[in-house]
């Protein structure tokens, strides 16, 4: 069995019994290094980390094969990967690249179809003069969205 096979079977094995965590990156170099890239339906703790940690390096066999192992949480500042990643970035300000442009307010709802952005907007008064704030929503459907991010600010 490849040095790929076992990993990902341990990896398997691990999540089996933490299914709140999930693998959004897993990837074997030429020479061994073994990067895996987790988040979590509530956020990656430490714990997190060193549990699949010692999961898959307690159960390979250094004498067989010369390996490194880095396992990691997720980089709020990447794209998202999964429609696992939106549902926990519910209620987030998130911008959204899709192919008429791009779209960025706050992560109301998502389904198996879309998600939907709500943003507050200013508008002009139907009747005299000056504006007033309203809220609108969007949906966007998953096939329209090219690139998804959590936007941070400080």
Do not use: C, W
Request: hydrophobic share 35%; charged share 35%.
């Amino acid at each position: 069995m490849s040095l790929q096979d076992k990993v990902s079977r341990l990896i398997d094995e691990a999540l089996d019994s933490r299914p709140d965590i999930f693998i959004l990156d897993f990837k074997i170099s030429d020479t061994n290094d073994i990067q895996v890239v987790i988040d979590g339906d509530h956020g990656v703790s430490i714990d997190d980390i060193v549990y699949l940690s010692r999961q898959i390096e307690h159960n390979l066999d250094r004498d067989e094969e010369d390996f490194s192992l880095t396992v990691s949480s997720f980089d709020i500042t990447k794209p998202f990967h999964l429609k696992r990643q939106f549902k926990k970035n519910l209620n987030r300000n998130i911008k959204v690249k899709t192919q008429e442009g791009e779209k960025e307010g706050t992560l109301i709802s998502v389904n198996d179809d879309k998600i939907v952005l709500e943003k507050k907007v200013r508008e002009p008064k139907k009747i005299g003069k000056g504006k007033v704030t309203v809220i609108k929503q969007e949906e966007i459907p998953f096939d329209q969205i090219k690139d998804a991010k959590v936007v941070l600010k400080f």
